[in-house]
């Protein structure tokens, strides 16, 4: 039999003129070139404590977060066919007004003729002697000028709709500043719904330093507490804010994705329900406020998409029942972080936790594994892959 096709649809980059930014700015976020050693990741706001020297502030960064060559060598080595870019945190969030439009543009145009190129470029596979059937599709999600006039932000989501490789837009958590919860948001919500592109929601800001200890704490066990912890809850808690908001109530076609497999949403969804029908203060239930009125549940079916980056056959299995079955489910690998720690190590073992979490919860189930790893995102993002034959995909 066959493998099945793999896309990844969790995998960053920082094209070279976003790194060249972020290597000019001086504070968070930035880029700091020690004189001895690998350049440094400056981003989350927990990363810049003037306690830690510069050179061990952040992480190492390398030619895996901006080399369009360096992903598709990760892609072969990990038997993925496709993958679907996006911009890494913080995105354009720390940019504002018509600066942040020129750069969505540029990064926009940039992600599409990356894609573009490289599905095309049949002649160099040719050369490699690679046979076309292992050809690697490229496609992109785009990035938004959130801190733009929203009628700007709206323009371009409308010109992404008519890139060719563009599937949606990736989003953080403060959508313009003031949360995804904010009626601002809405003329973003109605042309994201319009044009019948995926929001792919993800995390940076995490959860205050207070929650975890204080800084000294975030030192003393680095990344752990805001990767592991925050990330996942500020996730939660944006899109539990959409719901109290009402925004799938307004919205009921827009599409969702949840990086990290929804954070702890699939989890804490029974209790996030059981507030709802027990708050008082929801008109619903005789208060003065509008509260949600679709069910969690419901929402969970019709409007949220999971990735299944959740390094554990619990997590997916959480994600599974959530979303009411597979269908909603697909892979990812959130390259170029969470590399290995020595260099020897030929395969991620971030990814492989991920690939082994997909066989040990489908056992023997070949074809729910193949929609998981790759079925799901073909038919809900409309990929065509180069090179294999139309069957193959369906
Ligand atoms: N750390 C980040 O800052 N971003 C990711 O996407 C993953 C880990
Ligand atoms: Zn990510």
Redesign the pocket.
């Known amino acids: 039999m066959s493998r099945p096709l793999v896309v990844d649809i ?1 995998t ?1 980059m920082y094209p070279p003129s976003y790194m060249a930014m972020l290597r000019a700015r001086k504070e968070v976020p930035y880029i700091y070139d020690p004189e001895n050693g690998p350049p440094r990741l400056i ?2 706001s927990s990363d810049d404590n003037p306690a830690i020297p510069l050179h061990q502030r952040g992480r190492p960064i390398d030619t895996s977060y901006s080399d369009i060559d360096v992903k598709l060598s990760f892609m072969r080595q990990h038997g993925i066919d496709c993958s679907v870019l996006s911009l ?2 913080p995105w354009l969030d720390f940019i504002h007004g018509k600066e942040a439009i020129t750069w969505a543009q540029r990064i926009n145009d940039d992600l599409e003729s990356t894609c573009a190129v490289n599905n095309k470029d049949e002649d160099r596979d040719r050369n490699e002697s690679r046979p076309l059937d292992e050809k690697q599709s490229l496609f992109a999600f785009g990035v938004l000028p959130t801190r733009a006039d929203p009628n700007d932000i709206v323009i371009e989501i409308k010109r992404l709709g008519n890139l060719p490789h563009m599937r949606g837009a990736i989003l953080g958590t403060t959508g313009l500043g003031n949360g995804l919860d904010d009626r601002a948001m809405d003329p973003v919500w109605h042309a994201l719904e319009e044009t019948e592109q995926l929001v792919f929601l ?3 800001y995490g959860l205050p330093d207070e929650a975890f200890g204080g800084k000294s704490k975030i030192a003393q066990y680095g ?1 752990v507490l805001p ?1 592991a912890l925050g ?1 996942p809850l500020e996730t939660t808690i944006a899109v539990t804010r959409m719901l109290l908001g009402g925004v799938f109530d307004r919205f009921p076609r827009l599409r969702v994705l949840l ?1 990290h497999s929804g954070g702890t949403l699939p989890f804490l969804a029974g209790r996030i329900e059981s507030c709802i029908i027990h708050e008082r203060g929801f008109m619903d239930n005789g208060g003065p406020v509008r509260g949600p009125h679709r069910s969690i549940w419901n929402v969970l079916k019709t409007n949220i998409y999971l990735d299944s980056v959740v390094y554990g056959a619990a997590g997916l299995q959480a994600a599974i029942e959530a979303g009411g079955g597979v269908d909603r489910l697909m892979f990812g690998t ?1 390259h170029p ?2 590399p290995p720690l020595s260099k020897d190590e030929e395969k991620w073992p971030s990814v492989m936790t991920n690939y082994k979490a997909i066989s040990d919860s489908c056992g023997d189930d070949a074809p729910t594994a193949a929609s998981i790893l790759g079925g799901n995102a073909i038919r809900i993002l409309k990929l065509r892959l180069a090179g294999r034959s139309p069957r193959c995909q369906e």
Do not use: E, T, V
Request: proline share 6%; hydrophobic share 50%.
């Open positions: 969790h960053h981003i989350l890494a945190n993800h995390p940076h990344h990767l990330f990086a959130d972080f969470f």
